[in-house]
């Protein structure tokens, strides 16, 4: 029997050791985007002794990277991006205190086993359904590397955000149950 969850960012490890797969959860609070290029550069700021654009305790980021925004909206279409691209920085990223990510797609066994090691959890988005999902967005706001146009990354302000469990800290993964 899966549950529902509303949880406000940043997420903590009591907030993220009780979600089990296939949970439905509905996030407020802040979420930060990043997909591939914005990691990359992410990584090197780290490597160099840098401090992240974001506070990275109990954080979430979403793999996305929107469309501009219409005039009367703070984004535009933002849905999640594939996830297995930010596989190799995932498990640093959850060993510096990244709670949670949100993407779709499955994930590898170094990210499954991260997941586990430092009480995080892998959030799936509905792919096809960024203008939906946009709708939960009341604010974003590039804070670093701007140059990377969608790709930068954002702090996003949302509310009652839709997400599933994919995987959770204790090996459970909703792709791997059984259909019936």
């Known amino acids: 029997m899966n549950s529902e969850y509303r949880l406000q960012t940043p997420l903590g490890d009591d907030d993220v050791g009780k979600l089990r797969s296939g ?9 930060y985007t990043a997909r591939d290029a914005a ?8 490597g160099n002794g840098e401090n992240p654009p974001f506070p990275l305790q109990g954080a979430v980021i979403y793999y996305v990277g929107p469309t501009p925004a219409p005039p009367d ?4 279409s933002a849905g999640p991006t594939t996830s297995y691209r930010m ?3 995932a ?3 959850h060993d510096l205190g990244v709670k949670a990510t949100i993407g779709k797609g499955k994930r590898d066994a170094k990210v499954k086993e991260s997941l586990k090691k430092n009480t995080a959890v892998y959030f799936g988005a509905t792919g096809g359904a960024g203008a939906l999902l946009s709708s939960c967005i009341q604010q ?3 804070i670093a590397y701007e140059d990377l146009g969608p790709e930068a990354i954002r702090v996003l302000k949302v509310k009652d955000f839709p997400v599933l469990v994919i995987n959770d800290s204790l090996g459970g993964e909703l792709y791997a149950k059984p259909r019936i």
């Open 39 to 46: 990691h990359k550069r992410l990584m090197d700021c780290l």
């Open 73 to 76: 909206r703070p984004i535009g």
């Open 140 to 142: 974003a706001k590039v």
């Open 23 to 31: 949970d439905k959860v509905l996030l407020s609070g802040l979420l």
């Open 91 to 93: 498990p640093r990223l």
């Open 87 to 89: 596989d190799t920085y």
